[in-house]
């Protein structure tokens, strides 16, 4: 039980390989995720991202490497692994023909609280996920937002120290997903570790201390969200015109810039400094073009994607 | 708490769960207890008249038969119930739940103990509707407290052996739909045994077969606990070991299977 041989690391991972046949799904991953912090691995469908959270979650085993969970083996310790850890996989882990009260109460039963203590945890985390109304419904009856909070407040039964959440918000609206983020955070905030996989480069931009882009197999870059933004060039200032050939006046202004016809926009390369705007506004003024807008745009996590794997994140690898 | 206390409080408390989804999903149960009815009514009044006058007895007839098949419509019951345990167990092992409790630290077997415990149960419900219906249509058994204890302690022990079996049967497929074929085969054992009609009326090979499967013996230990007031040592003897043998097989085939990695 000693916590001395992986200073404050609640995850660490070296040389991991997995294959499903001749199919390569890890190919040499290494991670550490620090305790109390969020980790995002990012990557597009067939990544093996689901695979990785198996792994670590002791669902399925390695072909090769170590993997440390709470600073147990996984292979050789599972159930310290598991006594330390609360999954929700990317599909429904809730009994359907159970109520959502019931399906709690299972977890507080299994993880062994007792009569009082289990009726309080189970009365919090209604509350708490806003399900209290429909604690005695079973939850087949249940909207897919309702099941998800509830398969979530059933991962959280006994506080555990780190949290797998494979893509926990895919197939969410814009409002459940930003609840699913203020949750996050209070957990991380509450000394939980949080590991999240997601393909939404904007949900590992504002939940993540550190991220790890998966592709193919491999990690192609890890660092914090700003650190991944500096790998790739600076942003651009996005020009919008009214006719092309206020378009066309522009672009001859600024050879480097990208031209986009169809939609009579102009990406001028550019840092994003109020300098460096109103350099470029007055050569537009002195050369009498009108621009009907302008965007300021520093690169994000999709740029890097792009510019490390040459494929942009909504494409499916196939290996 | 000692392991032994939490794989007992885990095992019961997969057991409500099993015993939840019993009651409010039904339908399967009606089905289990329904189709030994049947056949019960069927082999009674259809086939009874002829078939008890060919068992050679004093008496004969469609009563004679009543007591003749009744221990065979319990087997039938027992291996209609493991293959609705092995519907329950495959539908149970595609449900995300399972996954999840595969990443808690729960003692290993209690999920496949609470199907096992929940089943027994209602296996052994499904047998008390079928002696229920047999003494309303003629079946008139001559045995006291002791014989019928020693009867419900192998039906028991029976359904036990058939129930751990099946829960192995119904984690073999990754469909559904084949895991309730796989347990086609024991339904056809009380027939192809003393069930139905005395071994000897078959052919050599056939007769040969019917006396040495696990039902026969357990079939001929039940009519003689019930019945006859008398039990033959070898046949009793027999019933219990293929019950410990199967229960055995079931349980470590069972845990291998339930351990396997789900990613092969």
């Known amino acids: 039980m000693t916590t001395t041989n992986f200073p404050g690391a609640m995850v660490e991972v070296s040389g991991l390989r997995k294959a499903y046949r001749r199919q390569v799904v890890l190919d040499g991953v290494d991670l550490r995720v620090p305790e109390a912090t969020v980790f995002a691995l990012l990557g597009p469908n067939g990544a093996g991202k689901t695979t990785t959270v198996q792994i670590l979650s002791t669902l399925i085993r390695a072909d090769a490497g170590t993997v440390r969970v709470a600073g147990h083996d996984v292979t050789a310790e599972p159930d310290r692994v598991r006594a330390a850890i609360g999954v929700t996989g990317q599909f429904s882990a809730v009994d359907a023909l159970l109520t959502g009260a019931e399906n709690l109460r299972l977890m507080t039963d299994l993880r062994h609280l007792g009569r009082v203590e289990g009726r309080r945890v189970v009365d919090d985390l209604l509350a708490r996920f806003d399900l209290t109304e429909a604690a005695g419904k079973p939850v087949a009856a249940y909207s897919g937002g309702m099941k998800r909070r509830l398969d979530l407040a059933m991962t959280l039964v006994g506080r555990p120290r780190l949290i797998f959440l494979d893509e926990p918000t895919a197939g969410l609206d814009p409002r459940s997903r930003r609840a699913m983020w203020q949750i996050v955070r209070e957990l991380v905030a509450e000394g939980a570790t949080v590991f999240l996989t997601t393909q939404y480069l904007e949900e590992a931009d504002h939940l993540a201390d550190r991220v790890a882009l998966l592709d193919g197999g491999r990690l192609v870059a890890e660092g914090s969200p700003a650190e991944l933004k500096r790998l790739v060039p600076g942003g651009h200032v996005r020009l919008h015109f009214t006719d092309a050939a206020h378009l066309a006046a522009a672009a001859g202004l600024f050879p480097a810039a990208a031209r986009h016809d169809d939609d009579l926009t102009l990406r001028v390369p550019g840092d994003g400094s109020v300098s460096g705007v109103r350099a470029l506004l007055d050569r537009l003024d002195a050369a009498g073009v009108a621009v009907d807008s302008l965007s300021l745009h520093t690169p994000d996590l999709d740029d890097v994607f792009l510019a490390l794997t040459g494929h942009p994140t909504e494409e499916k690898v196939t290996a | ?264």
């Open chain 2, 1 to 264: 708490m000692s392991t032994l206390a939490h794989t007992v409080g885990d095992s019961a408390t997969m057991l409500r769960r099993n015993l939840k989804h019993a009651v409010r999903y039904p339908s399967l149960t009606v089905m289990v207890i329904a189709l030994p009815v049947i056949f019960l009514l069927l082999f009674v009044y259809v086939f009874g008249g002829t078939l008890g006058n060919g068992l050679g007895g004093v008496a004969g007839g469609r009563s004679a038969y009543a007591d003749y098949v009744t221990p065979g419509i319990l087997l039938l019951a027992m291996a209609g119930a493991a293959q609705g345990t092995a519907i329950a167990v495959a539908m149970d092992m595609t449900e995300g739940i399972v996954a999840r409790f595969r990443t808690m630290s729960i003692a290993r077997a209690a999920v496949l103990t609470g199907h096992v415990v929940g089943a027994v149960a209602q296996t052994l419900l499904g047998l008390a509707v079928v002696v229920g219906v047999a003494l309303l249509v003629g079946f008139r058994p001559d045995a006291g407290p002791a014989q019928w204890l020693a009867a419900v302690g192998l039906l028991t022990l029976t359904a036990f052996a058939i129930t751990w079996l099946s829960v192995a049967l119904g984690m073999v497929p990754k469909s559904v739909e084949s895991a309730s074929n796989l347990p086609m085969p024991l339904l056809l054992l009380p027939f192809l045994g003393s069930g139905f009609v005395p071994t000897d009326s078959m052919p050599a090979w056939l007769g040969w077969f019917a006396e040495h499967q696990p039902f026969t013996p357990i079939m001929e230990t039940l009519r003689g606990l019930l019945l006859a007031g008398q039990v033959d040592g070898g046949d009793a003897v027999a019933a219990v070991a293929w019950c410990a043998g199967i229960s055995l097989l079931g349980y470590l085939w069972a845990r291998r299977l339930y351990d396997r990695d789900p990613s092969r």
